[in-house]
């Protein structure tokens, strides 16, 4: 199983970004796709989450200017991220959660992508 994040870029503060992750592979199930971010210096944090039931769960930091979303037939998330601060600047990675396979574990196995930057100017 692979996931590929894109979508990262330079954007002014205001602005607005939307960050895709497709997994690849022979794949069952998804239980939760999400993403994370690090700052450099910080330790890496939730963003926003959602099962594959659609049930959706965002750090208070950016609730209300970030919206995630999933296509379960393509097994990709997004996230749209609107009103972009300074702040916001960070590796944002890609993790899917409980990915069940053929000859996996039953509960599944956690995977992550690699970061995609995204920067905020003030």
């Known amino acids: 199983v692979q996931l590929q994040a894109s979508g990262g870029g330079l954007v002014q503060s205001g602005g607005s970004l939307r960050l895709s992750c497709a997994a690849s592979g022979n794949i069952f199930h998804i239980n939760a796709m999400g993403w994370y971010r690090q700052a450099p210096g910080k330790q890496r944090e939730l963003v926003a989450s959602i099962t594959s039931g659609g049930t959706t769960n965002y750090a208070d930091s950016v609730k209300g200017r970030f919206t995630i979303s999933r296509d379960n037939a393509k097994n990709t998330v997004y996230l749209q991220m609107n009103s972009l601060r300074p702040e916001d600047t960070a590796d944002y990675y890609c993790?899917?959660?409980?990915?069940?396979?053929?000859?996996?574990?039953?509960?599944?196995?956690?995977?992550w992508g690699k970061g995609t930057l995204v920067t905020v100017s003030s």
């Open positions: 993790n899917a959660h409980k990915v069940v396979t053929p000859g996996g574990p039953l509960y599944g196995m956690d995977y």
